[in-house]
């Protein structure tokens, strides 16, 4: 077995039925498998839970099995990992990075709060550990509204990572919050030229759009929201027809709650195709995820120290969150 590549490299008999042989993995070790939207829908399909980073983190923190595999990005692991100190958290592939945490590296980030002294530090889900640990309450962008209103008015705040979150949060709210210049390459690729024409094709579609995306993009939308608020919407809505900028691993649970409604992916910069993956989230595969579970690796450990000061800003986002119904 080797775990250098990220994830556990090891031969894997090409007659098993692997969504047979992961169920089976599961029940006996007693683990349960956690699945960001964002992953293929065979993925998702396999998972005790999905959800978006809020719903994860509030899920994680309440598991009472002893092994937890998150398949979604490495900050979800850590996350969970923080939440779940004496659980075994497993992530089918390491390597499954964040091109929004990659964005803040701990050791910048620090500077930049030094440079803004008296600030209270909110930053986004999507960071490492390291940055966690430097702030004063995590978001999501489920919840980044309520707990940024939930400080006074007049409070100097640090947002980071995601300036467009950002920037959105400051227009909703009449904030004027320091932010991070930090992207998600994902939500930065969308399209604008070529989301209008889709509005032009398909003219009575609804745009769903998610916050991380570029303020162009973001005023053309009927709907700015989370991944689960866009579900949501898409679900609660009499529209037959959605135009979906988020990554496109949603789609796959909106087509399963919805099968009488069409939903097409708005297009990326690039022009390559006509949907806009996330090259990390889909770095985990069913063969990564039975290997995974096969040899309990790779394993997620957070240093000690980081973790005790993450969890911090990590349980007031969720006990915000509780308070506001979130």
Request: overall charge negative; glycine content about 4%; aromatic content about 6%.
């Amino acid at each position: 077995m080797n775990v250098d590549k990220g994830y556990v490299d090891a031969p894997i008999d090409s007659t098993l039925n692997l969504k047979e042989e992961i169920i089976k993995l599961k029940k006996e070790k007693n683990a349960v498998i956690l699945a960001h939207y964002y992953q293929k829908g065979e993925i998702q399909d396999l998972a005790d839970y999905i959800g978006d980073s809020l719903a994860l983190a509030q899920i994680a923190a309440r598991i009472e099995a002893p092994v937890i595999v998150l398949c979604g990005v490495h900050f979800m692991g850590e996350t969970a990992k923080i939440l779940c100190p004496d659980k075994k958290v497993l992530v089918p592939d390491t390597k499954a990075g964040c091109s929004l945490a990659d964005s803040c590296p701990a050791n910048e980030f620090e500077k930049f709060i030094v440079e803004h002294p008296g600030h209270t530090v909110i930053s986004y889900v999507n960071t490492s550990a390291g940055v966690k640990a430097l702030t004063d309450v995590l978001v999501t962008s489920s919840n980044a509204r309520q707990i940024v209103e939930s400080f006074p008015e007049d409070e100097k705040i640090i947002f980071g990572p995601d300036r467009n979150l950002g920037n959105y949060i400051n227009s909703i709210t009449g904030r004027n919050m320091t932010l991070w210049n930090g992207a998600c390459h994902v939500h930065e690729q969308f399209s604008l030229a070529k989301t209008v024409e889709l509005k032009k094709q398909y003219p009575n579609a609804k745009l769903l759009v998610h916050p991380e995306c570029k303020n162009s993009i973001v005023v053309l939308a009927d709907k700015v929201g989370s991944t689960a608020a866009l579900l949501s919407y898409a679900i609660e809505s009499d529209a037959q027809e959605f135009i979906v900028a988020t990554e496109s691993g949603i789609l796959h649970e909106m087509k399963k709650k919805c099968s009488n409604k069409t939903f097409i992916p708005a297009p990326p910069e690039d022009g390559t195709c006509a949907c806009n993956d996330c090259n990390f989230m889909k770095l985990n595969t069913l063969e990564k995820l039975y290997n995974c579970l096969k040899y309990e690796q790779p394993v997620i450990e957070v240093d000690s120290e980081v973790a005790e000061k993450a969890r911090i800003p990590i349980q007031r986002m969720l006990d915000i969150s509780e308070k506001l119904g979130l």
